[in-house]
Nanobody, 121 residues
């Protein structure tokens, strides 16, 4: 019933910018973490950035200084502003949320469908 819907991917030239958005909807009691991962063909998904409900952030070393993650808790939405994009940033980007549907209850990982980001040289 929980659904994460991503938008904002596309094709951009090196040095350009994109902003990804992800909105969580459905039966949600609380969201602990929201974040973005990316996955290249034949590789495991890797962390790009995460943000807690309190606003604490962390980033992969490869994107520090270029990407900024933010969230709107009232809208259960997370954003990823990507600047100074490089061809190495080309990947499918997946939204992630760690959340509870009920309390008490466990936290579960939910994933969006993925959005393609392609950076041309």
């Amino acid at each position: 019933q929980v659904q994460l819907v991503e938008s904002g991917g596309g094709l951009v030239q090196a040095g350009g910018s994109l902003r990804l958005s992800c909105a969580a909807s459905g039966t949600i009691f609380s969201i602990n973490l929201m974040g973005w991962y990316r996955q290249a063909p034949g590789k495991q998904r890797e962390l790009v950035a995460t943000i807690t409900s309190g606003g604490s952030t962390n980033y992969a070393d490869s994107v520090k200084g270029r990407f900024t993650i933010s969230r709107d808790n009232a809208k259960n939405t997370v954003y990823l502003q990507m600047n100074s994009l490089k061809p190495d940033d080309t990947d499918v980007y997946y939204c992630n949320a760690v959340l509870r549907t009920i309390v008490p209850g466990p936290h579960y990982n939910y994933w969006g469908q993925g959005t393609q980001v392609t950076v041309s040289s």
